[in-house]
């Protein structure tokens, strides 16, 4: 919640002031050259930071008459308002070593001038003054409230310079950008801030000039101007400008103004008739101006230069991340309450709003009711017979925004009818908390007894089409939904396949048949047991996919027979010695976690497929703990010859039966050794599930008992640091 009020406050300052702020920095940008080009004339004189006034003014009074005033400006130039010996009057550059003019002073650039014009008022004079200043308040705003977003989004103050995660190019450098110009942003708009107060006489009045006696000044003992005490003490270096008396009387006298105060000097005795301190806030906008316009320091006007394209980049950028949030525009066809496939989406930045709309689409020509919502749009659904939901991960594993609502709505109102769900999970693992939020709300869902679960949580990393399609395709699987063309509407590329032998076969003989078979790549491939293997039985789009095992170089699937099963009836019908086109799918979500000492794997039925790749190659290594479940010893055969060559490598093997003996779940097995499992994933142990979806339903559920009890933790907590590892289906 606070998140989007920072987040549209920081919206509204920029929309409200973005012309006014691109005027400013195009100008500014330009105005960021004057300058540097100044600060490259060659009217610097050797030795500036040593010389004394004592040692300027005896070589101002041998070249010149007539002096009004030496000035000193930002570049340490020498500039003298006087009559040279050749009677030629103006404004020259000199070397104060010697009096000798280097240059005269040249009327500033007409176009320079033009530009400071639009910066300072937009040739709309007062008006413009206070549009320009009411714009460098807002942009102190927008600074201010950017800080507030960046120092959520890094989750601390103290991480506020640490790694950020590359989204995309836009948001990406708004925030990388926004910490390294934040400074300079925020002192350009303080002092433009200050420089318009000044403008508009806001700040209370320099007290005027001291009264000076001058009945009472003296006339002796007269003193060189060389030898003038206050002369010999006073660096050129702090001098701003130096008023000449305008006759030799003693009525008229030196004014010098220095950074910090300004002195009158009886011309005749040396004397310091008066002292007069600037007021802190005449400082404060003096200092302004030189930070807002760079005129002293070349370095510094680069560093504004700079700032100012930045601000530029950030309406470009901040513009961008807007105009992809406001994409995510949802038109249904049918209402919530006449929808029978419910997709509600979390999403913070809209790219979630993409693949929830894709299969909405998907369900729109299957000529399904479907509704497509925000997560906190969330009610009863009268019609709803599945609910899908999509949702990113933000902050500390939190919601997005808009799903922030979500699970509170959800332990509010209960669906009046069975709702099958499924949850994809958006994020990235470039966060600790991978998919958090994902997996709260797919446990969430899975404790509301009206809903059933129809495929297990899938997530998808750094919004990957590969990881999404392996979701779509078993949820359209269960669905009984015909994907057309899902990849062209994700825009990924087409799916490219390789040949690989059938080269055994081996067939289970119970009611519920189910086989073993093994295939060879016929090029040298890299995959790994717990990828996917995509297979394309009608040579259509239609795909199934199984999860496999490495057993040496070859792939082992583990395939339960259905009647008229497409994926399952292709596999069947293969002969030892066949050949087929089929596609590896990386899935390393599942891959054996090589960090883990200890390992749980939890299976049931064909799910034990990945783990007796994962048993042959890492069982000599690893402590592994194998808990399966079978329908009975018949089913139990088909791989009862494998895991016997396997048992030495494995620590345990622990078998239910459902359909004979004790009658027993895999889950039955685990309730027993419930504290030696919690134990193992308090010590960095790594449970592994694959099987049905029910079998995930009651172990998740078992171990969100064990965990809260054990460690006042729920599984979600262990999920998201990869401590339990799902493949179920
Ligand atoms: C500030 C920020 C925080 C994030 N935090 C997490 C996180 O804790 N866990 C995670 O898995 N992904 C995290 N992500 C990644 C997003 O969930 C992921 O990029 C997602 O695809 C964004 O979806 P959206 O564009 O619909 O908001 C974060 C992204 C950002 C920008």
Redesign the pocket.
Known sequence: MTISIWRYSHLALAVSSFLFITLASLTGIVLSFKPVADKMQPYKSENFNNLTVAQLIPNVTKNFTDVIEVHIDENKFVVIDATDLKDQSGKFYIDPNSGKVLGKVAKESEFFQWVTALHRSLFLHQLGRFFIGLSSFLLFLIATSGTVLII??QRSIKRFFAKI?K?NFA?YYHVVLGRLLLIPIIIISVSGVILSFQTFELFPAQKGSPKINLDLLKISPKTDLKDFAIFSNTKLSDVQSIEFPFSNDVEDYFTVKLKDKEITVNQLTGDVLSTQFLSKTKQLVNLSMDLHTGKTSAIWAVVLGIASVNILFFIYSGFAIWW?RRQVKIKNKYKASEAEFILL??????????FAKAIYHQLLKSEKAVYIGQLNDYMVFPKAKQLVVFT???????A?TNASKFIDLLKRSQQKQPVAFSVV??????????????YEVNNVLSQQNWAEPLVEIH?????SPGDFTKWATLWAQNSDILLDNLTESLKVKPVKTQIFDVIEKKISVQEEPSFLIKLRPRKNTKFRSGDLLTIFPANDYRERQYSIGKIGNDLQLSVKLHQNGLGSGFLRQLEIGQAINATLVNNKHFHFPLKAKKVIMVSNGTGIAPFLGMIDEYGSEKEIHLYCGFRDENSFNLYESILNTELQKVKKINIAYSRSHQKQYVKDLLFKDADFIHTILKNGGVIMLCGSLNMQKDVIDWLEIVCEQKAGKSVSYYQ?RGKLLMDCY
Do not use: L
């Open positions: 959520q989004r995660v989204d948001q992809k989406v979390g999403s913070e930045n809209g790219t979630t709003f993409h990113a991960t933000y902050g500390i594993g939190e997005p999970g958006f994020g990235s693992h470039g966060y600790p908390d991978f998919c958090k939020f994902g997530c998808v990393n750094d919004r998201a």
